[in-house]
């Protein structure tokens, strides 16, 4: 890592991706992209959570139960969804 930090512009220009790389960049975003997305829909979730609880502070155990179960859903299948995508890029 500290070999790309002393490189000089000549050569990174130089510098060729293979698509081994391409497929590691591809997944890097998409792993990106990935956890993006689940951090907004959790983030929703748990934001219409403590709304509905101010509103009805009796049904709070059940709302939160259901949160927690939705969002342990979320991030099954965001796990799901890094794995496939790390498996496709570097096969």
């Known amino acids: 890592m500290l070999e790309l930090l002393t ?3 000549m050569m990174l220009a ?3 991706v293979g698509d081994k ?9 998409g792993c990106g992209m990935i956890v993006l997305g ?12 403590v709304e509905a609880i101010a509103r009805q502070p009796e049904a709070g155990n059940r709302i939160f139960t259901t949160m ?6 979320i991030e ?16």
Not at 38 to 49: C, E, F, T
């Open 21 to 29: 790389g391409l497929a590691a960049i591809g997944a890097v975003f």
């Open 7 to 9: 490189l000089t512009p």
């Open 68 to 73: 927690i179960i939705a969002a342990a859903l």
């Open 76 to 91: 099954g299948v965001t796990l799901f969804a890094l794995i496939i995508c790390l498996l496709v890029a570097y096969q």
């Open 38 to 49: 689940a951090a907004r829909g959790i983030g929703q979730l748990a934001s219409s959570a």
């Open 14 to 16: 130089e510098l060729t």
